[in-house]
C-alpha cells in the first residue's frame, strides 16, 4: 500500500498537470473526495496552493488563448450536466425552459468576456448567442417542444465547442 505522502503527490501532480478533477482523482486514487480536497486545503496553508499552480503549468505549457479555451470548455462541460440534470427532473417544463435559458444566458456572458480576452473565442460567442436565442423562440412560440430541443442542444453544444475551441 502507498504511504499518505505517495498519495498526496499523485494527488497533487494529477490535479496540476493532468488536470483531474477531485472527484477523478480520489477514484483513481482509491481515497475518498474529502480526503483530497482535505489534503488540497492542508498544502495551500502550508503556500503549495494547488489552484494557483495548474493555472501557471496551464498558462506556462499552453498561453492565454488555451487557457481561456480550457475555461469555456470545462463550462460547456458543466452546462451538459445541467442539461441532463433538467432532462430527468420532475419541475415543470416551464421551470425547465426557464433554467436552460438561464443557462444559455451565462453561456453568452461567458463568451462574450472570453472573446474580449481571445478574439478567435467570440465565434464560439456568436453560435452560443443563437442557441440561446432559439431557446427563448422555442419557449415563447413552440413550448410543446421545449423536451425535443433540450435532446438537440446537448449534443449539438458538443460540435460546437468542437468546431470554435480547437
Not at 12 to 19: P, W
Request: net charge neutral; aromatic share 6%; charged share 30%.
Amino acid at each position: 500500500m502507498k504511504s499518505d505522502s505517495d498519495l498526496k503527490r499523485q494527488a497533487r501532480n494529477a490535479f496540476i498537470y493532468k488536470r483531474r478533477n477531485m472527484t477523478q482523482i480520489a477514484r483513481d486514487l482509491g481515497v475518498s473526495d474529502q480526503t483530497i480536497r482535505r489534503w488540497k486545503k492542508k498544502a495551500k496553508t502550508e503556500f503549495d496552493d494547488w489552484d494557483v499552480a495548474r493555472a501557471a503549468h496551464v498558462i506556462a505549457g499552453q498561453g492565454m488563448d488555451a487557457t481561456i479555451t480550457h475555461v469555456l470548455e470545462e463550462f460547456m462541460l458543466l452546462a451538459q450536466h445541467m442539461i441532463e440534470e433538467l432532462k430527468d427532473n420532475d419541475q415543470p417544463l416551464d421551470k425547465r425552459v426557464s433554467q436552460i435559458t438561464s443557462l444559455a444566458d451565462a453561456m453568452t456572458k461567458m463568451t462574450h468576456a472570453a472573446g474580449k480576452l481571445a478574439p478567435k473565442i467570440s465565434e464560439l460567442g456568436v453560435a452560443q448567442d443563437v442557441i440561446r436565442r432559439l431557446m427563448e423562440f422555442v419557449r415563447s412560440e413552440f413550448p410543446k417542444h421545449a423536451d425535443a430541443i433540450l435532446e438537440v442542444i446537448e449534443p449539438f453544444g458538443e460540435t460546437l465547442a468542437e468546431a470554435y475551441t480547437t
